[in-house]
């Protein structure tokens, strides 16, 4: 049974467009631009009226922490995916730093296994890097993995890549993308001791954004950048916080950079100001920083210095986020309101509807080469987002479907809904909560 998708307003390639479109299956057939189709369209064909509402590429996030393995009283690749398709997210890039961790290939191979049988969403995992695994890089297989991801600051386990010679190896010898979390982990330390040394143990959370502070991110990241203009490596910053690291990217055609960054939500919606009311819910690593970082942040967005808009979405339960800003736990829940966050953030003027999809769909799917996703082409998989603009949606914990069960967006009342969302061709998810029992594909790269 085809699928015409009528009477949307297309959110697409930098355009905004009435528009209907032709699902065949899985892929798009067709895209029809104005109120006339072919007659010959209308037989045989089921009809989605989207009159009033808008059609965009389903969001590709290049960073999330699903949980599984080991972590699932956290959250796990069927729970999150459900939240991500709500959020209207279609693919995700998994991260490695899960138990046991995503560093030999048995272990990538069972993260994929699992995903086949219980993702919603498209799904893809990342390598992780060790100082001792090194010689696991001429495995990997460039058309399944979006690249090798390295803690360059404290992580968990081993995954905390700090010698000389396992870095080197890691930058010069593969052509394959290596994303890092860049984090000084000197500079930390000597933070750390200094405030506990002053003030206690029992730091309340305005230290977090002092310990792991601006100087320990532009030191990391700045070496990394030097080792990899050095060595010609594909260099990708996650998680981007502060202003001064703006300087290290390169600017241009997206195809032709070598090193490029990715911002997450929170870094774009909240600042140090917030940690009062929000306290430990809005505790990331790397730390939410300034007002005038975040300010810097989203001109970055608007000129395009930086390349993609991702979650880091790491849920923990309530409990875990409990104590001081040294013992409660780093990380939130995002994947489920990312979309709706930007788009408000859009409604506000900061940004276009259209830089929103660019950075959300267009140019994750670019940036890694994914295969006939994030746009809304002809031929291209049916992976699309339906917005309800006349639709608030509050944040309850009645609606939120993230298996840590909290949200830092709760209370908040967003103008714009999620009204369907589609994987493959297939409605997944209808605006009320209600997701269907459907699985996912593994993205492949080009």
Known sequence: MRTLIKNALIINEGRSFKGSVLIDGKCISSVYEGDDLPVELLRDVKIMDASGKWLLPGAIDDQVHFREPGLTHKGDIGSESRAAVAGGVTTYMDMP?????????????????????????????????????????????RKRVPGIKLFLGSSTGNMLVDKEDSLRRFFGETDMLIAVHAEKEEIIRRNKEYYVSRYGENLDISFHSKIRSAEACYASSSEAVVLARKLGTRLHLFHL???????????????????????????????????????????????????????????ALNDNTISVVATDHAPH?????????????????????????????????????????????????????????????????????????????TVTKDNILYKCGWSPFEGYTFRNSVYKTLVNGKVVYTGGGTVEDSIGMEIRYK
Request: charged share 30%; net charge negative.
């Open 317 to 393: 339960l309530l409990s875990e986020k409990e104590g001081s800003c040294l013992t409660a736990a780093s990380g939130g829940p995002l994947v489920q309101h990312s979309l709706l966050a930007m788009l408000e953030m859009a409604a506000d003027g900061l940004f276009t509807k259209e830089k929103v999809v660019e950075k959300m769909a267009h140019h994750p799917a670019e940036l890694y080469g994914i295969d006939k996703r994030g746009y809304i082409r002809e031929g291209y998989y049916a992976d699309l987002v339906l917005i309800d603009p006349d639709k608030s949606i």
């Open 241 to 299: 916080s502060t202003e001064k690291e703006l300087a290290l990217l390169d600017r241009g055609l997206l195809n032709e950079r070598k090193i490029t960054g990715e911002v997450c939500v929170h870094h774009l919606w909240f600042c140090d100001d917030d940690y009062e009311k929000f306290g430990n819910r809005i505790k990331w690593n790397p730390s939410i920083k300034t007002k005038s970082d975040r300010n810097a942040l989203r001109d």
């Open 97 to 141: 730093n899960t138990n046991p961790q995503t560093t030999t290939i048995e272990d990538l191979e069972w993260k994929f296994q699992r995903a086949a049988e219980v993702s919603v969403a498209n799904y893809s995992f990342f390598f992780g890097g060790t100082n001792d695994n090194a010689d696991l890089i001429s495995r990997l297989d």
